[in-house]
């Protein structure tokens, strides 16, 4: 669209639609690299989206979005995400890419104590090492979790934060030799929590919190209760709840089991965390390290290459002797699916078997690819979001 203009800014995109020598829309590509278990897979993430009062009902939103889904094609992105309002992504291709896993703590009930020797107190500039530590552990073999660079990005934005108001930022906790082993962090800046927290009075919402094991997820539980009671105090009414966006497999999930917690796991029909696929071998390639182990793991015997076909475009997955290459060309079997479908089972979104009811192809197809993409549990923590 010659009316599109993209400028870049900040690491990221912005895309402008100008009409009579003004923005009237505009979005943001935001790009990320994201964790699917071993491998590590560009993503291009739209954020931003917003469209004059005076402009809006004319068509200018989809120009934008269409253009800006044509450059990330052309770029080297195999994939797409946004988070979006219900009804209207769908139209770009887009799907829901998952649920959202919310950990909820009963913080009105009686305080909770910190394990014997432990400590914890408000995180300083020192800390910021052991935490992206902390997090690059508890997502080494996640899927959907961004990776960061130490001292950029999200870890940058810790520690501008001022010094008086860290206490209220982030806290951490340490075992009994002094080494921290955990952290709660509010994120206030980041657009979920902001746009979330006031419609929550009764809540305190924290937008990461990690533990390396039930025993540092304790005391974090802990921190979270007196984090809680303190809220009440400058809020002027009861704080009930602590909730914090976390996947059921993270060993603060663990810890909360044995206390009391609430794990939500909720679904959007069309709206909330949405995906595509930008391009099919460039996905398949970047998902070659995980898909050669699951098929390992899996024990998949079969020889030949399974090509995948959509209507974007289609590439093979090539199988021999344990080993597992891309062949843009081979075809010994053969499945038809929409993109979207191999969006979600590349994040591991739902059970296969569901996604592949409908898929055309042959048995052998669909009982090789539900054992290259299982279910698993996508999760983007609130800080990466964009």
Known sequence: DPAVVFVPEDGATRAELHVEGRCASKLWIVPRTLRIGEALVRMDG??????????????????????????????????SMLYGIRDFYTRFGYVTAGPEHRLRLAAALEPRTLP?????????????????ALYDANT??????????????????????????????????????????????????????????????????LGEVVADSVESGRALIAVCHAWAAEEATKRGRSVGLVETATPPSA????????????????????????????????????LLPELERRGREARVRWAGTLR???????????????????????????????????????????????????????????????????ERHPHMSMPDRF
């Open 46 to 79: 739209i954020g931003g989206g917003e469209t004059e009062e005076e402009c809006r009902q004319r068509g200018y939103s989809r120009r934008v979005i269409e253009a800006s889904i044509r450059r990330m094609m052309q770029g080297d992105a195999a994939f």
């Open 116 to 132: 014997e020797g432990w400590t914890a107190r408000t995180c300083s500039p020192a800390d910021l090492p052991a935490l992206a």
């Open 140 to 205: 080494a073999d996640a899927v959907g979790a961004a990776t960061r660079r130490a001292g950029e990005g999200v870890w940058e934005t810790l520690s501008e934060t001022e010094e008086d108001e860290r206490a209220d930022e982030c806290r951490v906790v340490c075992d009994p030799s002094g080494a921290v082993r955990g952290y709660a962090w509010r994120g206030a800046g980041f657009w979920p929590i902001a746009e979330e927290q006031p419609g929550w009075p009764d809540v305190l919402l």
């Open 251 to 286: 060993p603060l999930c663990a810890a909360a089991s044995l206390d009391d917690s609430e794990m939500a796991i909720s679904y959007a029909r069309c709206g909330g965390a949405m995906a595509r696929v930008l391009n099919v071998e460039r996905l398949l390639r970047a």
């Open 308 to 374: 995948i076909e959509t209507e974007i475009g289609g590439a093979g997955l090539a199988w021999s002797v344990d080993r597992l290459r891309v062949d843009p060309e081979g075809a010994t079997l053969r499945i038809e699916l929409p993109q979207a479908m191999l969006a979600r089972l590349a994040l591991g979104a739902f059970a296969p078997a569901y996604l592949l009811a409908d898929a055309r192809g042959p048995e052998p197809v669909r009982e090789a690819l539900a054992a290259l993409f299982p």
